[in-house]
């Protein structure tokens, strides 16, 4: 049996073992095989499970001889995405092999994943008569007010398995945000915020606000900051629950 075979076999046969000994297991496994293949894909495990006990190891495998093996446990590093991460990942950027600074620079440069945290998804629609510079107002003040709440952001495109799998192993709370803005009378505004599950899309709960009287951009500054703090009032997004 291949040796990438049986270290597969290992973590399939005991599901139940504690996240710490499995890391013991794969840090030993990543600096005793002579097989780089299997260091390589024992670093992708590694940084799969989203542990911090794993960024020890994988700074280590970035002074492996082999480019694949540094490469693959730069790109660990970046999935698990903590500031040691990033500080050890920093370190490889002047590697000698081209792949490896690569991989370096995406795991120096990915946002952290708060381990618990709020990560979110973000859909925006402007209605007829809305600016497409003052619908980039509302994203950028949303982002901002979520970025101020600790929030993390999913990249576009992400796929439904790949958001499964970092929500499962982090325990993040995640959302998806479709977010509308329709002009008023009187140049008034309204966002709403549908609120939902990501990536699984169950309604969660909708909240919108209305203002008037001031400048777009000035009744924007006021009513996104009040929708999101409806909604994370609503959802207890700043509860450990």
Not at 112 to 125: A, M, R
Not at 159 to 176: C, E, G, N, T, W
Not at 186 to 209: C, H, K, W
């Amino acid at each position: 049996m291949r040796p990438a075979l049986t270290l597969v076999s290992f973590l399939v046969a005991f599901p139940a073992l504690a996240q710490d000994a499995r890391v013991a297991f794969l840090t030993k496994q990543l600096t005793t095989s002579k097989d780089p293949r299997l260091r390589a894909q024992t670093a992708v495990i590694l940084g799969a499970s989203g542990s911090a006990a794993a960024v020890k190891p994988l700074c280590g495998a970035l002074q492996d001889g082999e480019a694949v093996v540094r490469a693959a446990a730069a790109s660990a590093l970046g999935e698990i995405g903590n500031a040691d991460a990033k500080a050890c990942a920093q370190g490889a950027l002047k590697d000698v092999d081209e792949a490896v600074r690569a991989a370096a620079k995406r795991a120096v440069d990915a946002q952290v994943i708060k381990q618990g945290g709020l990560y979110v998804s973000i859909e925006t629609s402007m209605g007829n008569g809305i600016s497409p510079d003052l619908g980039k107002v509302a994203d950028q003040l949303l982002r901002l007010k979520l970025q101020q709440m600790g929030a993390a952001f999913a990249p576009q495109g992400e796929q439904k398995d790949q958001a499964s799998a970092l929500v499962r192993q982090r325990k993040l709370k995640s959302y998806l945000l479709k977010v509308s803005l329709t002009p008023q009378a009187s140049n008034g505004l309204r966002i709403e915020m549908l609120v939902m599950t990501y990536p699984d899309q169950a309604l969660r709960g909708s909240f919108n606000v209305k203002a008037s009287g001031a400048k777009p951009e000035s009744l924007l500054k006021a009513m996104v900051p009040r929708v999101v703090d409806d909604a994370a009032e609503e959802l207890s997004w700043g509860s450990s629950e």
